[in-house]
């Protein structure tokens, strides 16, 4: 009885953690970092609205984080698709010339050249294209799925990237029938779980949540912009720019103040007087 209820005992003993892999790491507001993200708290919301919710654009025309992670995905996805793509049929593209060319007589080493510069060129073009839209397609329809079912259950786990990979890999492969959809899915899934495990393995390492994570992304990529316009206006305000000076001065700053135009600025009409163009007696 005993050395059954320890078999019992080891054989149930990875169930909390299943349990823990397919629970919502949820803010609570304890952390610095929960009380700096400015999360909304949407547990009473219906499903269906936080997912209509995804796809608004605010008033300052600012996507939500979750929509800025899927089109993130979509750019990454199309950029590696193409040049994996390219890579591998432009590859495959110079082998075949020179399999099929061996006993070809051409009239000159340029046009030799020529052509095959033209069958890489052309391999690289279609592997690229065809790859990049297809991985851009998967990608996406996987990060999309699984967050609009994420946000619909208003839990994190594995069940979503399950779910999202087969739907994926189903709808990747569905016009091959039955078989393909078969196929699909089950290699999605498996792709899915993979991709699960290795985002709840970073995300419990790094101690943050999904909705963290998202925030933040979305946090430094605006920080990002904002830096770099900033730049821009500083570059733009450090230039020596006499024109809008002189408006400045005689006029006023633009949009502030017009009280200038009262005023005498001998100082400004010197400076007109300057710029004014000097004409050429003929």
Known sequence: MIRGLGHTTIKYSFLPFISELFSQDKLEGITKTEQLTEIPKNQSQPGWERVKKIFRIDEFGNITPEAHTILLTGSYSLVVGFLLGGFLEGKNAYEKFMRNNEATSFVSSLEAKKKLQDAVIMGIGKGGFRWGTRLTFFCMSFVGISTVIQTYRNKYGILEYLSAGAISG????????????????????????????????????????????????????????????????????????????????EVGEAGKTLENLDKPNEEANLKRIRFEPKTKLL
Do not use: M
């Open 170 to 249: 189903w709808i990747y492969k569905f016009y091959q029938g039955p078989r393909g959809w078969v196929a699909g899915a089950s290699v999605g899934s498996v792709l899915g779980l993979t991709c699960g495990l290795t985002s709840l393995g970073l995300l419990k390492l790094t101690g943050l949540s999904l909705e963290e994570a998202r925030y933040w992304q979305n946090k430094w990529s605006d920080d990002r912009t904002a830096y770099i316009r900033k730049g821009l206006t500083q570059q733009y305000e450090n230039k020596d720019i006499a024109v809008l000076k002189l408006h400045d001065e």
